[in-house]
């Protein structure tokens, strides 16, 4: 997938390129997975501050798809967690 392609040699810093790559990363996965990736960081990002750092895989796109966002089709919004 291509994204910018030669605008980013204008993103203002090296670090705003990595974390607009970090970005596209999280939203691609979320493609791939078939998950809505709005849905995906609304939800992460409520829920990342109580999850423990060494069970960070639990909530990578496919897994987050299996254990919270089961029967939210695609480009649907899941409910943040609680």
């Not at 987050?64 to 919004?77: D, E, I, L, V």
Request: glycine share 8%.
């Amino acid at each position: 997938m291509v994204i910018g392609r030669k605008d980013w040699m204008f993103a203002g810093s090296e670090t705003g390129t990595e974390n607009a790559a970090i970005l596209f990363s999280i939203v691609v996965s979320c493609k791939l997975a078939g998950v809505d990736s709005f849905a995906y960081l609304r939800d992460v990002l409520t829920r990342i501050h109580a999850h423990p750092a060494d069970c960070i895989h639990e909530i990578a796109p496919r897994r987050w798809k299996q254990r919270f966002g089961a029967g939210t089709p695609n480009h649907h919004h899941a409910q943040p967690a609680a």
